[in-house]
């Protein structure tokens, strides 16, 4: 059974300061997903990484996969506070684009 | 260009009874997934349809099932509701492509109280 574990579960930072979130699955895939999602709002697509060494940025934002580490990282640079929210990644294990597994999420709070 | 949509946006429920909760997907999109997502928790996966089949089904009692419409949109019943059921239902679409990341793009949610 695939498990998708997110480290830290909750993280408060100081705005300017630089934090990176970790995402570690367990078994090989190499579809990896991370999604924003405000206090109850859905779920915002943020970056879609489809290969070993992917790195994607989006303003203060970058994510990278490592499939061999089965390891993706979300990095974030000089946090503001609209970047408080919750954080998943989520992993598409069958490579098929049917069922991802998402897991337990970051929160960030950012503080001023 | 519409995204995806759902309805109800919050339904309340006692146990025992049945709910249906509806989904539009995201124009061009002909794949439906559905998730359940407790509160303070990552979503779960429930099933995908597409072309009308249930094509994958995540690990939840047979006390959930669902439908696709010609359409593509598509349908969650829930029969015999617990209270454990209590849950942001969210829909997701997307495009099937074979060989591709499919992006799964997530509608608004329906928050389901079972009382």
């Known amino acids: 059974e695939l498990k998708v574990e997110q480290n830290p579960l909750f993280l408060s930072m100081q705005e300017g300061k630089n934090y990176t979130i970790y995402c570690n699955y367990s078994t090989t895939s190499d579809r990896l997903y991370w999604y924003r999602q405000d206090p109850g709002k859905s779920l915002e697509s943020l970056f879609v990484l489809l290969s070993n060494g992917a790195v994607k940025q989006e303003g203060r934002l970058m994510a990278s996969l490592d499939t061999k580490a089965r390891l993706s990282t979300l990095h974030i640079t000089a946090a503001v506070h609209d970047l408080s929210a919750t954080y998943f990644c989520a992993v598409d294990a069958n490579n098929a684009g049917n069922m991802l597994t998402f897991g337990g999420g970051t929160r960030l709070m950012v503080k001023p | 260009d519409a995204g995806v949509t759902q309805s109800p946006t919050h339904l309340i429920k006692t146990r025992g009874q049945q709910v249906t909760l509806r989904c539009s997907p995201k124009?061009?999109?002909?794949?439906v997934s559905w998730y359940q997502q407790a509160l303070g928790q990552g979503p779960q996966f429930i099933f995908q349809y597409y072309e009308e089949e249930e094509r994958q089904r995540g690990n939840f009692p047979d006390r959930f099932s669902g439908h696709q419409f010609p359409n593509y949109s598509s349908e969650l019943n829930v029969n015999a509701l617990l209270l454990g059921d209590s849950a942001l239902y969210l829909c997701?679409?997307?495009?099937?492509?074979?060989?591709?990341?499919?992006?799964?793009?997530f509608g608004p949610g329906t928050r389901l109280t079972v009382l």
């Open positions: 124009s061009g999109h002909d794949t």
């Open positions: 997701a679409s997307s495009l099937a492509r074979r060989g591709h990341g499919v992006e799964q793009f």
